[in-house]
């Protein structure tokens, strides 16, 4: 199943969805075609509450490929970089915790995109694939295209890497990184409670 995120709402596929009281707020969408979504879409920019969507779509169409129909694509690679004492490596932007990732580039391997973008934003280099996780994704307006069709899908492909040096961290202040840190497993629920939905996902799996 797709777990596609919009801010912090999360949107999904299917005909039944578990609910608890740790739950966010869910919600049931039938869907027939993108028009009918994107009212969802706007519904959700205006709510005060995070919540799960549940995307009930009319037969034969699939989520992922309704909103990759329509919507501007972007494929971008980032990393979960451990060291060698089993520290992860976090940035923080925009008053926010965060893993270094960026756009892929023309013609770029998502592998070599997501170590690039690693030494670009931390100012180390050496890393080592060990794994490639899944991929994440979440859909934003661009104020970059036009307003009427300004839906953006970012797929995010993500990468485990391991890193043996001992260079000195460096944030890339021109990509409004404030912070790069390395972080200890009792330091990540910190870093859980104050990232974004899609990074959870990724990040669930290390908590303590």
Known sequence: MYKVFFNEHLLVQGDQINN?????????????DF??????????ERS???VKLLIVLNEG????QLLADNMTLIPAAGGLVTNASGRFLCIRRFGRWDLPKGKIEAGEEPDKAAIREVEEECGISGMSISEQLPSTFHIYRSPYLPADNNWVLKETHWFKMNYAGEEHLKPQTEEQIEEVRWVSENELPMVYRDTYGNLKELLKPYLL
């Open 20 to 32: 608890s009281p740790k739950d966010n707020i869910c919600e049931t969408a039938d869907i027939k």
């Open 48 to 50: 005060k509450h995070v």
């Open 61 to 64: 169409l699939d989520l992922m």
């Open 35 to 44: 028009k009918d979504l994107e009212t969802h879409l706007q519904t959700l």
